[in-house]
């Protein structure tokens, strides 16, 4: 069965502080592993992974694939309290799993 | 239940059909979410609802898409006159409530209009 596990569950930081998000699977048909910024209702997609040790970078944010490791991490730089939010890692495998996320939250 | 419960897990259908989408969220969750996945795409929202709240149905491509939930626990999402477009996993969550508690999502349901 497939399976995503995300870690920490919660994070407290303040403005400024760089944080580190994991992700890590277990799947029998890899096709891509896609990170979500979920505020309200309907998560923002940031970043789709497919290939390993590729860094994909929008601003402050990025993220990186190891498929061999079988893990993902999402980090963020210079943390802004626009930032909190649930991160969710999903797995594209056919069908969709996803992770129970990190909540984020940014102290100014 | 133990997690969010969706069926069919697959359905395949033809042009023009009707399907219905059942979501079973975990005992408790007042909030319940309707997204939609295509292959290679994120994910999109459809459908939101909050207890007994009018839903949020801000999402919902088309007049041919409506959802329930009936008792504010069970979910059905319905498509009218399938078009192939509407080929996606169709994911449903739920959440203790609405304010930013972790968000469970079930397994999705893959719809295939041939």
């Known amino acids: 069965e497939d399976k995503v596990v995300q870690s920490p569950l919660s994070l407290v930081v303040h403005e400024g502080d760089t944080v580190t998000l994991n992700c890590s699977y277990e799947?029998?048909?890899?096709?891509?592993l896609l990170w979500y910024k979920q505020e309200k209702k309907a998560p923002t997609f940031l970043f789709m992974l497919t290939s390993s040790g590729i860094e994909k970078k929008s601003g402050r944010l990025s993220s990186i694939l190891d498929k061999k490791e079988l893990f993902s991490i999402l980090n963020i730089t210079a943390t802004q309290t626009g930032d909190s939010a649930v991160y969710l890692c999903?797995?594209?495998?056919?069908?969709?799993?996803f992770g129970d996320g990190t909540t984020l939250t940014v102290k100014p | 239940g133990a997690g969010v419960s969706q069926s069919p897990s697959n359905k395949v259908t033809e042009k023009g059909k009707d399907v219905e989408l059942r979501c079973d969220p975990i005992?408790?969750?007042?909030?319940l979410y309707w997204y939609r996945q295509s292959l290679g795409q994120g994910l999109e929202f459809l459908i939101y609802?909050?207890?007994?709240?009018?839903?949020?149905k801000s999402g919902l491509p088309s007049d041919r898409f409506s959802a329930e939930r009936t008792g504010g626990s069970v979910s059905t999402l319905t498509i009218q006159r399938t078009q192939q477009e509407d080929s996606a996993v169709y994911l449903c969550?739920?959440?203790?409530?609405?304010?930013?508690?972790?968000?469970?999502f079930g397994e999705g349901s893959w719809l295939t209009v041939v």
């Open positions: 005992s408790g969750h007042t909030a």
């Open positions: 799947v029998t048909n890899f096709r891509s």
């Open positions: 969550a739920s959440s203790r409530d609405s304010s930013g508690n972790t968000i469970y």
């Open positions: 999903a797995l594209n495998a056919g069908k969709s799993t």
């Open positions: 609802f909050q207890g007994n709240s009018a839903p949020d």
